[in-house]
C-alpha cells in the first residue's frame, strides 16, 4: 500500500535538474541519490506485512494470557497517517508565482518594443561625426543648453555635471 503512495507522487528529476544552479548541483545529486535508495528500500517491501501466527506463539510461550493480550493490542493498534497541510499553500505559491513571472513577461515584451524602437532611432540617425549641434540637439533634446535659464558658461547647473 506504501509504495502505491510513493508511486503516485513521482519527480521528474530532469525537470528539476534543469532548475538547479551549478553551483548546487552536489546537494542537487546528493539529494536524487537518497531518495532513489529510499525508493529502493520502499520497493523491496512488501505490500502488505506478513501475516503474526498468533497460534505457534500461543503454544511457544509459557505464560498464559500473555498472546493473547499481545494479539488484542496489535489489532487495536492504529498507526495515524500524517495530514497533508502544505499542498494548498504551495499550490497557492506556484499560482502567485505565475501571474508573477506572466506580468513580468508582460513588462519585458513592452520594455523591448520600447528598445527596439530606440535601436532603429539609432539605426537611422546621422552619424555623429556628421552632425551639426542643431542635429544633436533634435536627436537627443536632453543634451540641449538652456542659455536663457544658464546663461554663463556650462549652461547647466553644477550639480548636473
Do not use: C
Not at 505464560?63 to 497557492?92: H, R, W, Y
Not at 552632425?131 to 547647466?156: G, V
Amino acid at each position: 500500500m506504501a509504495g502505491r503512495r510513493v508511486a503516485l507522487k513521482t519527480i521528474d528529476w530532469l525537470a528539476f535538474a534543469e532548475r538547479i544552479p551549478p553551483n548546487q548541483r552536489g546537494m542537487f545529486n546528493a539529494l536524487k541519490t537518497r531518495s532513489d535508495a529510499i525508493s529502493a528500500k520502499l520497493a523491496s517491501l512488501p505490500e502488505t506485512p506478513a501475516a503474526i501466527d498468533w497460534s505457534y506463539y500461543r503454544g511457544a510461550v509459557a505464560k498464559a494470557g500473555m498472546v493473547d493480550e499481545f494479539e488484542k493490542k496489535f489489532k487495536a493498534l492504529q498507526i495515524p497517517q500524517p495530514v497533508d497541510t502544505q499542498t494548498n499553500s504551495i499550490n497557492a505559491q506556484e499560482t502567485e508565482a505565475n501571474k508573477n513571472a506572466l506580468a513580468y513577461i508582460e513588462g519585458s515584451k513592452a520594455r523591448i518594443a520600447q528598445y527596439e524602437q530606440e535601436l532603429d532611432k539609432f539605426k537611422n540617425m546621422i552619424p555623429f561625426d556628421q552632425m551639426t549641434i542643431e542635429d544633436l540637439n533634435s536627436t537627443f533634446p536632453e543634451t540641449k543648453l538652456d542659455k536663457a535659464k544658464h546663461p554663463y558658461w556650462p549652461h547647466k547647473p553644477i550639480s548636473e555635471l
